[in-house]
């Protein structure tokens, strides 16, 4: 688990692309926002892809690949920038985070034949 002594393991790669130190620390910053959101992140794993081939709009992939305890996560964005892909995946990534713990708040409020509202009306009636 990741302790605050502990640093966030995060790793950064390029896949046709330069990684320059500028960019490495734009994602480490990046991602510090998904770390203080969910503590249990085991690591991030971000690619970043430098297609010349593709249309401008769509040179620039971004996968993040979370590993947390449960279910991995996997996102995958497409932008003109490089950057702006980056800025887009944690994005992505963050939502997906809150989506998760709302579902799992939802799922341990409900307990299965546990139902008073149901029974008051009944009861009622």
């Known amino acids: 688990m990741n302790n605050n002594s502990h640093p966030n393991d995060v790793i950064v790669s390029g896949i046709h692309l330069e990684l320059t130190p500028s960019l490495k620390q734009f994602v480490l910053e990046k991602s510090e926002r998904l770390f203080r959101h969910e503590e249990r992140i085991v690591r991030l794993r971000v690619e970043l892809e430098c297609d ?5 709009d769509k040179r620039f992939t971004a996968k993040g690949h ?8 996997n996102a995958s964005v497409e932008a003109d920038e490089c950057h702006k892909a980056v ?11 809150r989506r998760r713990s709302r579902y799992f708040k939802v799922k341990r409020r409900l307990v299965p034949g546990d139902q008073p509202a149901v029974a008051a009306l009944s009861k009622a009636g």
């Open 66 to 73: 979370i590993i947390i305890h449960g279910p991995d996560m």
């Open 87 to 97: 800025a887009l995946l944690i994005d992505k990534l963050d939502r997906m985070l």
């Open 52 to 56: 010349p081939k593709q249309a401008v």
